[in-house]
């Protein structure tokens, strides 16, 4: 689930509790185009009286969880017990970020870095991203994905 501006994002999902003291608020769909461990706000129930708690985006791979920082109180809840709720987002949306050593071998190469898809772009950055810049295994990550790409084409 991808919000088009910043702003107000709808969830749903369920409560989880871990070692029996820390509430997890599991999303239904993973988010995506959000930076993971930045904080939110969520917003549960209605007005006059909602309760808002300060969360920690964690997204991985296949599921999205909301992590309540700490000192604040939590609302009722049981294990597996469905939520629905507004994420106030600060942050909005962030598209990702396009190295500048990877953007310019892209273009030499005439590939279209905007072309690629959220997933796509997620696990080509995430591979160069674990070389330091600068490094021969940056360079060869690089060359990696300009030569797997332009074969895509």
């Known amino acids: 689930m991808a919000p088009a501006s910043t702003g107000d994002l709808p969830v749903h999902g369920t409560q989880q509790e871990r070692r029996g003291r820390t509430h997890l608020f599991v999303l239904d769909e993973r988010l995506t ?3 993971t461990f930045l ?3 969520l917003v549960l129930g209605d007005a006059p009286a909602p309760c808002r708690l300060q969360v920690r985006i964690l997204t991985f791979d296949d ?4 992590s309540p920082l700490p000192g604040q109180d939590l609302p009722a809840a049981h ?4 939520f629905t709720g507004t994420l ?10 396009v ?4 953007a310019r071998a892209a273009a030499a190469a005439g590939i279209d870095t905007g072309a690629w898809s959220e997933p796509e772009a997620r696990q080509l950055l995430t591979f160069l991203g674990e070389a330091r810049e600068g490094s021969p295994v ?3 990550r690089i060359k990696a994905i300009i030569t797997a790409l332009a074969e895509a084409q």
């Open 79 to 82: 294990d597996g017990q469905a």
């Open 88 to 97: 106030m987002l600060p942050h909005g949306w962030r598209p990702p970020l």
């Open 63 to 66: 599921v999205t969880v909301l």
């Open 99 to 102: 190295p500048e050593d990877l």
């Open 33 to 35: 185009g959000h930076a």
């Open 39 to 41: 904080t939110a706000t």
């Open 138 to 140: 940056r360079a060869q």
